[in-house]
């Protein structure tokens, strides 16, 4: 069974910086592909970057050269690096997990319970 961890999120000023990290359990599997989406309410989750093993990123063209994913492959870990925060970036984030990324892309994969992304002074 797969398990995915998020913490992070928290109060920032319009413009600020946060981290949301994403941890990854599950025996026999290699989180080859992982990401980050969100959702507010009302709208579709979207994808907010994704990142694999070896290196391959996907990112949503609303957090492009603001956003970065960076992972620590020994320990299954995901980072998402969130700069320039404005409150079009406020929403429920997601990491997910699957075996390609095609499958994180496609949002077919496993997920997380979700964290609160930023929230503004």
């Known amino acids: 069974q797969v398990q995915l961890v998020e913490s992070g999120g928290g109060l920032v000023q319009p413009g600020g910086s946060l981290t949301l990290s994403c941890t990854g359990a599950?025996?026999?599997?290699?989180?080859?592909?992982m990401g980050w989406y969100r959702q507010v309410p009302g709208k579709q989750r979207e994808l907010v970057a994704a990142?694999?093993?070896?290196?391959?990123?996907n990112y949503g063209d609303s957090v492009k050269g603001r956003f970065t994913i960076t992972r620590e492959n020994g320990n299954h870990t995901v980072h998402l690096q969130m700069n320039d925060l404005n409150p079009e970036d406020t929403a429920t984030y997601y990491c997910?997990?699957?075996?390609?990324?095609?499958?994180?892309?496609?949002?077919?994969?496993?997920w997380g319970q979700g964290t609160q992304g930023p929230v503004y002074t």
């Open positions: 599950g025996n026999g599997h290699s989180f080859f592909a």
């Open positions: 997910t997990y699957a075996t390609s990324l095609k499958g994180v892309v496609r949002g077919v994969g496993n």
């Open positions: 990142l694999t093993i070896t290196g391959y990123t």
